[in-house]
């Protein structure tokens, strides 16, 4: 037992001649991110403080689909959804629709702590983002250069692009098999557990580029992208519709459960039933252990343990 | 075993004073729509047309908490919200925060039909309504008389609930007058902080089983009553509200918090498929140990054309079919 920490900044079809410039950034960012969230958690700050910590910080990276660097709906906009689950009381809050709020997961931890509710969305959650005076900032805050490209290109082709790190200059990423060509990235999240068997998940997304607009995907849906109980706490990333026909998340913990497979077992498991090319998720259960599955190229990601064990990863 | 199933339900957590005439106009409505179910499936007809044909009805007609006759927001507005599911393939719509959409199941259908996406909500969902060209209406088609009152007595309740004895306003059905009643709080049933008395039952569903053993569920609901505007309860949240998979489909009414929490209509289908429970079973375990404190009921049924329901509020609106010719509708245990 002892505490763990995992963090995604997406999975998808990474391609593997990912350029230094476009990788390293990434990298720095992972590591940083880690290591707030293990400074918490050696300061004894609850997992659901830390996972909301450690997801602001990926949210204000410029870097991942979240907060600054949130993929385009077919507007041009953004809209950010995310969402927060406490492990014990099993209490949760999230949020769609956000054009305005620098900090999406700290708007959905409001809603789990100061509404009778646990999910708001558009106007309404811009409207609460005001009464709560969290910070909000012009919509352009959000839009970066790389992902006005990105739905430029996205529209060329004519196509729901889930991949933002499709390289801009035209090389051509990797081909997987069964997919259209849209590799699928998107999404930041964290999980974290103390050594008390706490746990909590968090996870963000600007979406899918080129969404329609008022397009929901998993992230904000219970289950779906997000879960947290009392074995295990758990974010996924990847292709949001199947993430939410499978119940990724509920999925990995109900498998833990009912049918007492470990928490690696469960995970793998629960990615080998989705189609390839599909989804990732980082998970911890309460015994402190980790788990970063994918079936995707890649996935950024990152965990540490408090026996000194941590990992970097993209590809496999 | 085998042959169709067919399970509808009006929303759990029943006022014990609901009038007699209310409970018989409630049980007509369920009959009707049950039958319309029924008459379908003996066509042969597909789950998944079944339980949106059946919730279409439900939403149309204005007894029960979805389309016409939805609770309203804090505004005084109606924002529906719907989701529906094909346990073949796990195929799935939703759409919330609808304000003209006639029929708010239908636009989670074509949300699953015509569009790259599973779930359409706000401005988006309004504008891919009008792109599909469905039935629009104005706002104030959807807000009938009597929620207006019930509205008001939310408000009041909400600002009074903090007292430990506060006079409670009970509405008298045929005349929509209010007496009042003095009692302590801990002495009334209560969902979602509400008295139950003022409570609107939440949400409509159906689920199905057809001919083939193809499951499908659908739910509908206008929400909570004074419920903050763009609150998203657990109606068109996949594995919370609505779940079909190819063992089962189940739809989910009540507390929509407790619900969400609980995903309570994916683990129904969990329990079944990784600890080998049949249909009631499941039922009873999730009602009974996944709400804790969460009042809600759920309707079910398996390939294998079983039904099952339950619920732990104090009563739900309901009606169920199988294939041999059973038939019932309900309200309380």
């Known amino acids: ?316 | 075993m085998g042959g169709w199933a067919i399970a509808i339900h009006g929303g759990a957590g029943v006022d014990p004073n609901l009038p007699e005439e209310r409970q018989e106009e409630a049980k007509r409505v369920l009959a009707r729509c049950l039958q319309i179910g029924i008459d379908a499936l003996r066509a042969s007809v597909r789950a998944v047309d079944v339980v949106e044909i059946v919730v279409r009805e439900l939403e149309t007609d204005p007894v029960f908490n979805s389309g016409r006759g939805s609770a309203l927001t804090r505004k005084g507005t109606v924002e529906m919200e719907a989701s529906i599911m094909d346990g073949r393939g796990r195929r799935c719509g939703a759409v919330s925060g609808l304000t003209t959409v006639k029929n708010p199941v239908s636009l989670a259908r074509l949300v699953m039909e015509k569009s790259p996406h599973s779930y359409l909500a706000f401005d988006g969902a309004e504008d891919f309504a009008r792109e599909q060209g469905v039935e629009v209406v104005d706002n104030s088609y959807f807000i009938t008389e009597e929620n207006v009152g019930m509205l008001k007595l939310a408000k009041e309740a909400n600002s009074i609930m903090f007292d430990y004895r506060v006079p409670l306003p009970v509405i008298d059905g045929c005349s929509g007058s209010a007496g009042s009643i003095v009692a302590t709080v801990d002495d009334v049933l209560q969902m979602n902080g509400l008295p139950i008395s003022i409570y609107a039952p939440e949400t409509v569903g159906c689920v199905v089983v057809d001919t083939n053993g193809w499951c499908a569920a659908a739910t509908s609901t206008g929400g909570l009553m004074n419920k903050m505007n763009g609150r998203i309860g657990d109606s068109p949240l996949i594995g919370s509200g609505t779940y079909a998979c190819n063992l089962c489909a189940i739809s989910c009414t009540g507390e929509g918090e407790a619900i969400i929490r609980s995903t309570l209509a994916r683990d129904v289908a969990a329990v079944m498929e990784y600890k080998g429970l049949g249909l009631q079973e499941a039922v009873d375990f999730v009602i009974n140990e996944r709400l804790d404190e969460g009042k809600a009921g759920l309707i079910a049924v398996s390939r294998n054309g079983e039904v099952g329901y339950g619920f732990n509020t104090n009563g739900m609106f309901r009606g169920c079919a199988t294939e041999d010719g059973f038939m019932e509708v309900g309200i309380w245990e």
């Open chain 1, 1 to 316: 037992m002892g505490w763990s920490i995992a963090l995604h900044g997406g999975a998808g079809d990474i391609p593997l001649t990912l350029p230094p410039e476009r990788r390293l950034p990434r990298e720095a960012a992972l590591r940083h991110c880690l290591e707030i969230g293990v400074a918490a958690l050696k300061a004894h700050r609850p997992p659901l403080d830390v996972v909301e910590l450690v997801v602001r910080e990926l949210e204000n990276s410029p870097h991942f689909n979240a907060g600054r660097g949130s993929v385009l709906t077919t507007n041009g906009t953004v809209e950010m959804e995310a969402c927060i689950m406490d492990g014990n009381t099993q209490k949760c809050g999230a949020v769609s629709g956000l054009s305005t709020v620098v900090n999406a997961i700290s708007l959905a931890r409001l809603v789990m702590e100061k509404t009778p509710h646990i999910y708001l969305a558009f106007d309404g959650a811009e409207a609460f983002a005001r009464e709560q005076g969290v910070e909000t900032v012009d919509a352009s805050h959000f839009i970066t250069p790389e992902n006005i490209e990105r739905l430029k290109q996205a529209k060329k082709a004519n196509r729901v692009q889930i991949d933002y790190t499709q390289p801009i200059k035209g090389q051509t990423p990797q081909d997987t098999s069964g997919t259209t060509g849209d590799s699928q990235i998107g999404t930041v999240g964290c999980v974290a557990v103390d050594g008390d068997g706490n746990l909590a998940a968090a996870t963000s997304t600007g979406g899918l580029v080129n969404k329609m607009v008022g397009r929901i995907g998993d992230t904000p849906i219970i289950g779906a992208g997000t879960y947290a109980n009392p074995f295990c706490a758990v974010s996924a990333t990847g292709k949001g519709e199947s993430i939410i026909r499978a119940t990724i998340a509920r999925d990995v913990a109900a498998l833990m459960e009912y049918k007492g497979l470990s928490l690696k077992e469960a995970a793998a498991y629960v990615i080998e039933s989705v189609p390839k090319g599909n989804a990732g998720l980082i998970a911890v259960s309460a015994t402190g252990e980790v788990t970063m599955p994918f079936n995707t190229t890649g996935m950024f990601r990152a965990c540490a343990t408090e026996d000194g064990y941590s990992e970097i990863g993209i590809w496999n």
